[in-house]
């Protein structure tokens, strides 16, 4: 990683630690208890945090998934993720087309599970991306509806890995996982 980059990497964890980091008990949306929580829309609906999200991950997913045409995950969660690396991406010269995946099929007109999808093409080969990984269950159903939907999934890049077997479930499903930060990052 370049010194401009590691810069980047090193205020976006500050931003993360200030803005969407807390120890406290909560339920995640996998069920479970956990005695800490990050938030990482606080940060990702920051100009700044945008900004920095978008360099970080589009940098992964460039050596990562070289031949992504298309950059998206589940809603809501990737939705600031996806924008931000799609905007760095045409900034940069090399455009990402972002998607979103519904959690349900649109209720009305094309009924369809994906946004954007009509601007990727058949077969096309795309990142799918997330902001908190803690079991997978998220990332999968992405990946799952992604493929589903004839879309190439090349690999999936998340801002935080909790350490909680999401790791373990999406590599254990035959897919790549590549995250900027863990728990550890937070919780020494």
């Not at 996998?30 to 938030?39: A, H, L, P, Q, R």
Request: net charge negative; glycine share 10%; proline share 3%.
């Amino acid at each position: 990683m370049n010194t401009a980059l590691a810069r980047d990497r090193a205020r976006l964890l500050e931003l993360l630690t200030e803005r969407s980091f807390e120890r406290r008990k909560v339920v995640l949306s996998s069920g479970k208890e956990s005695d800490f929580y990050i938030d990482c829309k606080r940060t990702a609906l920051l100009a700044e945090g945008h900004f920095l999200i978008g360099r970080l991950l589009l940098d992964a997913i460039t050596r990562e998934a070289a031949l992504a045409v298309g950059v998206g995950g589940l809603t809501l969660g990737a939705d600031p993720i996806a924008s931000a690396v799609s905007l760095t991406s045409y900034l940069a010269g090399t455009p990402l087309e972002a998607f979103i995946v519904r959690k349900e099929p649109k209720g009305h007109g094309t009924c369809q599970w994906i946004e954007g999808l009509s601007a990727l093409g058949q077969h096309a080969p795309v990142a799918i991306v997330e902001d908190v990984v803690s079991t997978g269950a998220s990332t999968l159903k992405a990946i799952e509806r992604a493929q589903s939907e004839g879309l190439k999934v090349l690999g999936a890049f998340a801002l935080v890995d909790r350490l909680e077997g999401g790791r373990e479930a999406v590599e254990a499903a035959g897919h790549r996982l590549f995250t900027l930060f863990t728990r550890e990052d937070f919780i020494p």
